[in-house]
């Protein structure tokens, strides 16, 4: 009769261990605005994501980096801003801020960065910007320059970290 | 070459001298030859636009073929190294999409060479690992009968056998073995781990089990990779894209990191072209204020096994490699 009652014991302290466990589990968000809540942008179709296992898919031995510093997953989806710029933001889900902070921390700033006001830090350069906000890391990475491009993915920065 | 007034100076072992100094033939290069790599650039290859002046970038590919194989016409390139009735494909790096990755207009003018050097379409392949790359870099897939295909070994497939050399187990890309010839297509880009990509490491874009080759620097696993005989005997010929390169932050392309080399490198010997590559970035880097790849932690040791007495893919010394440097003005 102990020994059943012990069993019994034991079964549900693991039942709460599992289900605390998934409860704790970091999602992948999806953070994206939809198109036209930030002014003059356009979100694309798809919305892909990744997880630590297969992120090597997406960014090759980029995510050794990433896996290192605990990453979750990352998604990822494209805008266009006033139907020609484009840009490929991807918003990578860290287990923790430190992880986050390992990552934005491993770039180098470089002349024409500046510090700006985004999340727990963040840096803007002429086609990019890279914020980071609790245990997340999102990175706007534009693949032209062009004139108001700057101000344009601020504005975008913004809206996702409203998001997140 | 009317309307380009070029110079030319070739780079032997740092040292700038006149003259082109070796002149191997395709395949025949002998173990006392110098390597030749021939970099060509062009100020003058971007548009306002994303993409490039296709005029100019074929003009570019031709001039860089011609002063590698000492040619006076621009397909006498070409015809040595296809033959009509061969399946020729051409491996791209696009993983970093567009930005980094050949550009439509140099893999378009290289098809049509191969054309007119009497490649039928339909016997021409274009591919990444992943279609959805080649698609992200700006290219349309395609299966069409007769034309030329546009693919991912997503959907080819691999074979079922496995290979190994060394470190190295994998199974290899349907579309290698179908080959007859690969025309390498990578980009400069720094690499967190192995210090710099380029021809050798873009071959683990053939292959089904690339993440497992990331421990170490990559090393040996880069090295043993393109000892597979079906890699270092059809993968012969590098057409790289130096457009755009990455000196930091890679290999995910980083427009704060990227910078605009308008340029072309052809060749043959792989751990040379990667060698000069890894020069490249170096320089790029030092003249950014960034450390060395070395003091980076990420020294590109897997040249140094390439050219061992084991592996004998090419030469990594600079007094061995004559870098041929033109610019089109």
Redesign the interface.
Known sequence: MKMRFNTAVIAVSLAVLVLAGVGCKKKIVDPFPASGAVAGWDKGDKTQTYDAANLYEYIDGGAEQYISAGVVGVSTSDYKFQGKLEVTVDVYTMKTADGAKTIFDADPPTADSKSVQLGDAGRAYGQSVVFRKGPYLVRLTGFEAAPGEADALLALAHGIEGKL | MQNRREFVKEMVAGAAVLGTGTKLAWGQAKATEKSKVVIVRDAKLRTP??APDETRVAALLDHAMQAYFGAQNPLDPWKKIVRPGQVVSLKLNA?G???IAPSVALVTAICERLQQAGIKPGDIIVWER?SRDLESAGFKLSDAPGAVRFTGSDKAGYEDAAVTYGSVTTKLSKILTQSDLVINMPVVKN????GV?MAMKNM?GVINN??TM?GTA?DPYIADLNMIPQIRQKVRFVVADLKTAVF??????????SWNEDGLLVGEDRVAIDTISAQIVQRKRAE?G?NTLEQKGTPNTYLVTAADAQHKLGTNDLARIALIEQHIA
């Not at chain 2, 690499?191 to 192995?194: A, K, R």
């Not at chain 2, 930091?248 to 990191?257: A, T, V």
């Open positions: 636009g994303p993983m999409g567009r930005a992943n690499h967190n781990i192995v990509t683990y690339p993440s990331h990559c930091e932050g890679g290999p995910s392309y980083r427009p704060e990191y950014k960034l």
